[in-house]
T-cell receptor, first 112, second 112 residues
Framework: NAGVTQTPKFQVLKTGQSMTLQCAQD?????MSWYRQDPGMGLRLIHY???????DQGEVPNGYNVSRSTTEDFPLRLLSAAPSQTSVYFC???????????FGPGTRLTVT | GQQVMQIPQYQHVQEGEDFTTYCNSS?????IQWYKQRPGGHPVFLIQ?????EVKKQKRLTFQFGEAKKNSSLHITATQTTDVGTYFC????????????FGAGTQVVVTP
């Protein structure tokens, strides 16, 4: 099993550009989520999904969209990048929220 | 809303010494999870506590869940250089279904 994979590993965007961060898992997990990590602030939940076709907002959803058309994939879309979105983004999955979260390797995003 | 706080933010430890990091929630938690993140890496699951007053051990690491299920601690004995990293607690409460709230983490530096 590859576990949780994320692409790209690094990305530089200009303000106003849009892009999609990819996340996939091969463990047949129902729960998937996106976090951003900024220095001194821990991991903050952006969006989550409890199954295919179901998504909901987390703590910091503004400026981001998600969809979950399959169990395996959970892409995160930045609609119009802003410097405040410079961060490290982690995708995670688990059987349900009551189980351990498996994190992907992360995407380091810089918005100039 | 639910808030999870961790103290201390930084912990400098001499190799061989013990230390404890604490996690406090503003609301009662249904469970709490602990993760470790090595520098440049992604969070890795350590343990989950579910029952009031629960204590679990993993070699030199001892995890405790408070009687009121609003706080938790991680105690490391005889610290080694391999313990370097940031330790996060993450809690789920009944009034924030579907969401795991992470603390800001305790960054541990070990000096030989």
């Amino acid at each position: 099993n590859a576990g949780v994979t994320q692409t790209p590993k690094f990305q530089v965007l200009k303000t106003g550009q849009s892009m999609t961060l990819q996340c996939a898992q091969d463990m047949n997990h129902e729960y998937m989520s996106w976090y951003r990590q900024d220095p001194g602030m821990g991991l903050r939940l952006i969006h989550y999904s409890v199954g295919a076709g179901i998504t909901d907002q987390g703590e910091v959803p503004n400026g981001y969209n998600v969809s979950r058309s399959t169990t395996e994939d959970f892409p995160l879309r930045l609609l119009s990048a802003a410097p405040s979105q410079t961060s490290v983004y982690f995708c995670a999955s688990s059987r349900t929220l009551a189980y351990e979260q498996y994190f992907g390797p992360g995407t380091r995003l810089t918005v100039t | 809303g639910q808030q999870v706080m961790q103290i201390p933010q930084y912990q400098h430890v001499q190799e061989g010494e013990d230390f404890t990091t604490y996690c406090n929630s503003s609301t009662t938690l249904s469970n709490i999870q602990w993760y470790k993140q090595r520098p440049g890496g992604h969070p890795v699951f350590l343990i989950q506590l579910v029952k009031s007053g629960e204590v679990k051990k993993q070699k030199r690491l001892t995890f405790q869940f408070g009687e009121a299920k609003k706080n938790s601690s991680l105690h490391i004995t005889a610290t080694q250089t391999t313990d370097v990293g940031t330790y996060f607690c993450a809690g789920q409460s009944a009034d924030s279904w579907g969401k795991l709230q992470f603390g800001a983490g305790t960054q541990v530096v070990v000096t030989p």
